[in-house]
DNA sequence: TTCGACGACTAGAGCGCGCTAGTTCTACCG
DNA sequence: CGGTAGAACTAGCGCGCTCTAGTCGTCGAA
């Protein structure tokens, strides 16, 4: 900074009005110092910027490494975080880097606001976190104090689901639930919800999970209990086409034979093979309004904790048609 | 850090000491000065720390989000960094950040060297940048003036799916190459090298690319022109996955029909429906050495920019194995 | 007793910026 | 010509840490 104030001439002063791009400096001088930076080579130096600011104007972002949603959701928080003039560290998660340590690495650039997604920290932890820094949970829903949550409502995506099943004509629906897994209960309940609120129930559930494996155990299972349901609403996607998998090779075609509908609208539903109708999160709303809580929070830490609900959309392919009237 | 000096009785470079696990203090004081820390929920300000200290002991990391690969990649990074008591800066690259944005942000952090995954940037930009910091690119060849580069022996890879095929037993054996992408050239040389080796030429390549879309074209064009080859080695994963589900809609199965390997060993390949045998990067070595020779070039500048070769690994799934005879 | 060596600890400069409280310079008005 | 407003610019402290060059005190050897 020196060096650049030396040969355009001007104190270190001017040369940090120009790069803040503040009033106090001609436009002439502008150009010089700029000039003179760029055959420098020079950048301002973020982290001496920061050190000398009450606000660092990051955002800390915990995701889990490898995980496509959380991928997806990044993308949206760079596009919010660039709205709101902010910026992102991030800090990923993986088998053997666990999120405390994600968490400590954040706390120690003093990032303004925690941003964890899909965290895995228990409400305890959570709420002490949240008494030290601005905390939004995102994808993931919590009652620790102090933690603002942005997530897709779950209840009504599942809902949508079971009516576009039941709009179709299907009669028999099961949900292939997603266990013990975060936003299983809502989805549960939404499916519930929307098949008793037709006049279809009682709605059944069966056990299912997060993986390939655990829609494959379903889909034996449900293929060994009788006459296979014509519609299932499947926990997420990946559980869907291990269960897909297991009824092709039984013979079963989709959409005749069964329609299959699953979650999150990740890049295996797009594929070829399953064209999969799913619920697809929405995942700019969710980036948007994680980060807006962040800023508001830290502006303002004061107001109790909110948790902001996003509407999930239907992405309907080729796994879902009218049920067969030949069956 | 003047309160936590203040609390346990010392100055502020004891306690500057103690944090840096440096000579210098009594155990007792350590502890004193650790609890007293713990108290005020005091941890040292990582930006300030690397202020001060000419090294910064940070390497950034720019990657594709969402990209498998790279995700795989960073796990592995974020231990070898560790392992040379280092950090990790992130920055993403997605559709609408690119990669010089990305570096910027890197460089504003005065990362000690930067590790690019997968870079786009053209042999002049990252020519420039190796001027002006030490730069690793990491799975991507180039000959850029002063920057290292650490990728798989495509070369090797390819030879290795293709000698598999053949120690099955094929005979007709076609690479649906991968058109102009990265290590596309080495793959093909590779394959080709591995079957006039064998005695089996000449070896017979057919237009292909990155996406499922690319796989499914080369099987349509190969399903047309006559008998199909039983050996198939395909560039990367999702274009084998794209390709395969045409041969299986024409009724084709795999192994009995038709063998194919892919690239990567992407999640899809590991699917139940695929089941795909293909060439495994060594996500943790490319890791470890990427590290390694970012340190070094930090620690010395000068050496001439070297290239490391990693060599790859068979995965056999079920989309392999011996021709059938009776065809 | 004196001296040096060594461990424990501290004062204070400096890292590269932002920011406040100035100073200087220019233009214009009465 | 003095006075003044406002634009252009600068001096210097402080952000939270590291690090060099010390000081102080203790102990053992000459």
Same mark, same amino acid.
Do not use: M, N
């Given at each position: 900074m020196?060096d650049?104030a030396?040969?355009a001439?001007?104190?270190r002063?001017l040369? +940090?009005?120009v790069?803040?791009?503040?009033p106090g400096?001609?436009?002439q001088?502008?150009?010089r110092?700029?000039?003179?930076?760029?055959?420098?080579?020079y950048?301002?130096?973020r982290?001496?910027?920061?050190l000398?600011?009450r606000?660092?104007?990051?955002l800390?972002?915990?995701f889990?490494?490898g995980h496509?949603f959380?991928?997806?959701?990044? *993308?949206?928080l760079?596009r919010a975080?660039?709205a709101h #003039?902010?910026? &992102?560290?991030?800090s990923?998660?993986?088998?053997d880097? #666990?999120?405390?340590?994600?968490?400590?690495d954040?706390?120690?650039?003093?990032?303004?606001?925690l941003? &964890?997604?899909g +965290?895995?920290?228990?409400?305890?932890?959570?709420?002490r976190?949240?008494?030290?820094v601005?905390?939004v949970?995102?994808a993931?829903?919590?009652?620790?104090?102090?933690?603002d949550?942005?997530?897709t409502?779950?209840?009504?995506?599942a809902?949508?689901?079971a009516?576009?099943l039941? #709009?179709?004509g299907h *009669?028999?629906?099961?949900h292939v639930?997603g266990?013990?897994?975060?936003?299983?209960?809502e /989805?549960?309940r939404?499916?519930?919800t929307a098949?008793?609120? @037709?006049? /279809?129930?009682?709605?059944?559930?069966?056990?299912?999970?997060?993986?390939?494996?655990?829609?494959a155990?379903?889909?034996?299972r449900?293929?060994?209990?009788g006459p296979?349901?014509?519609?299932?609403v499947v926990?997420n996607?990946?559980? @869907?086409?291990?269960?897909m998998d297991?009824?092709?090779q039984?013979g079963r075609?989709?959409?005749?034979?069964?329609s299959?509908v699953g979650?999150?609208?990740?890049?295996v539903?797009? +594929?070829?093979?399953?064209?999969?109708t799913?619920?697809?999160?929405d995942?700019d709303a969710?980036?948007?309004?994680?980060?807006? /809580?962040a800023?508001?929070r830290?502006e303002?830490?004061?107001?109790?904790?909110?948790? #902001?609900l996003? @509407?999930p959309?239907?992405?309907? /392919?080729?796994?879902?048609?009218?049920?067969?009237p030949?069956?």
């Open positions: 020196t650049v030396e040969r001439g001007v104190s002063a040369v +940090s009005i790069f803040r791009d503040v400096a001609s436009e001088t502008r150009a110092v700029k000039a003179a930076a760029a055959e420098l080579g950048a301002p130096d982290r001496a910027r920061l000398s600011r606000r660092t104007r990051v800390g972002v915990t889990a490494l496509e959380h991928a997806d959701l990044l *993308a949206g760079y975080a660039a #003039d902010h910026e &992102l560290a991030l990923g998660t993986t088998g880097r #666990d999120e405390d340590e994600a968490v400590a954040l706390l120690a650039l003093r990032c303004d606001a941003l &964890l997604l +965290s895995a920290l228990g409400e305890p932890a959570l709420a976190l949240a008494a030290t601005p905390v949970a995102v993931r829903g919590t009652r620790a104090a102090g933690v949550v942005v997530r409502d779950d209840v009504a995506g809902a949508l689901a009516r576009h039941l #709009d179709l *009669a028999r629906l099961v639930d266990g013990a897994a975060a936003g299983a209960d /989805r549960r939404g499916f519930a098949v008793d609120g @037709a006049g /279809r129930g009682p709605a059944v559930t069966t056990g299912g999970g997060l993986t390939e494996d655990d829609g155990a379903a889909a034996g449900l293929l060994a209990e296979l349901p014509t519609g299932l926990f996607d990946q559980s @869907a086409v291990g269960l297991v009824l092709q039984a075609r989709w959409p005749e034979d069964v299959v979650y999150d609208d990740s890049p539903a797009r +594929s070829r093979w399953a064209r999969l799913t619920v697809r999160q995942v969710l980036a948007r309004l994680a980060v807006l /809580r800023v508001e830290v303002d830490p004061a107001p109790p904790a909110r948790e #902001d996003v @509407a959309s239907l992405v309907v /392919r080729g796994s879902t048609g009218p049920p067969d030949s069956r």
